[in-house]
T-cell receptor, first 114, second 110 residues
Framework: DAGVIQSPRHEVTEMGQEVTLRCKPISGHDYLFWYRQTMMRGLELLIYFNNNVPIDDSGMPEDRFSAKMPNASFSTLKIQPSEPRDSAVYFC????????????FGQGTRLTVV | EDQVTQSPEALRLQEGESSSLNCSYTVSGLRGLFWYRQDPGKGPEFLFTLYSAGEEKEKERLKATLTKKESFLHITAPKPEDSATYLCAVAWNTGNQFYFGTGTSLTVIP
């Protein structure tokens, strides 16, 4: 398996624009997590899915953020409109059985909003 | 509130100088504790999973241990290539998500 695949690796956008981050989890993993990493706050959980259903989105900072998982092999995180404070590295991770087994991370998307 | 705390924030070692990193947690029912290594510009790379107090896991120069309140990552005779940020994460019995500490940045000097 190629592991968790994220795209794009880097994204630079202007404030107010819509940004869509994409993730392909490891095949067979039932859990998918979206994290945001910054120097100040470390790794923060934004939302996670179980069998394509959003379970906990309490970490999503504002209504500007939304996430979907239309099928078992694809998820998106959308920010609309984007703001400079959204600049961070966004990671997607997947796990076979949630908190019982380890999560595997993608390489991340470095988002810069100018 | 459940928390995960890692110490020290940063550690500089001479090559060959063994040391330990700490991950402490407030317990509300631990489901699992996970150690990761993160290199600059990359995603966290899984190292170990520990489930119960007294459990130990080893891989090359790394050994992870777990007690009821904390976990240690022991690094024996480190090499420069061990330089990275080491993260620990916990999963509680109340949910399926992983909560991460802020990490220890390790630098091993040749």
């Amino acid at each position: 398996d190629a592991g968790v695949i994220q795209s794009p690796r880097h994204e630079v956008t202007e404030m107010g624009q819509e940004v869509t981050l994409r993730c392909k989890p490891i095949s067979g993993h039932d859990y998918l997590f979206w994290y945001r990493q910054t120097m100040m706050r470390g790794l923060e959980l934004l939302i996670y899915f179980n069998n394509n259903v959003p379970i906990d989105d309490s970490g999503m900072p504002e209504d500007r953020f939304s996430a979907k998982m239309p099928n078992a092999s694809f998820s998106t995180l959308k920010i609309q409109p984007s703001e400079p404070r959204d600049s961070a590295v966004y990671f997607c991770a997947s796990s076979l059985t949630g908190g019982y087994t380890e999560a595997f991370f993608g390489q991340g998307t470095r988002l810069t909003v100018v | 509130e459940d928390q995960v705390t890692q110490s020290p924030e940063a550690l500089r070692l001479q090559e060959g100088e063994s040391s330990s990193l700490n991950c402490s947690y407030t317990v509300s029912g631990l489901r699992g504790l996970f150690w990761y290594r993160q290199d600059p510009g990359k995603g966290p790379e899984f190292l170990f999973t520990l489930y119960s107090a007294g459990e130990e896991k080893e891989k090359e120069r790394l050994k992870a241990t777990l007690t009821k309140k904390e976990s240690f990552l022991h690094i024996t005779a480190p090499k420069p290539e061990d330089s990275a940020t080491y993260l620990c994460a916990v999963a509680w019995n109340t949910g399926n998500q992983f909560y991460f500490g802020t990490g220890t940045s390790l630098t091993v000097i040749p």
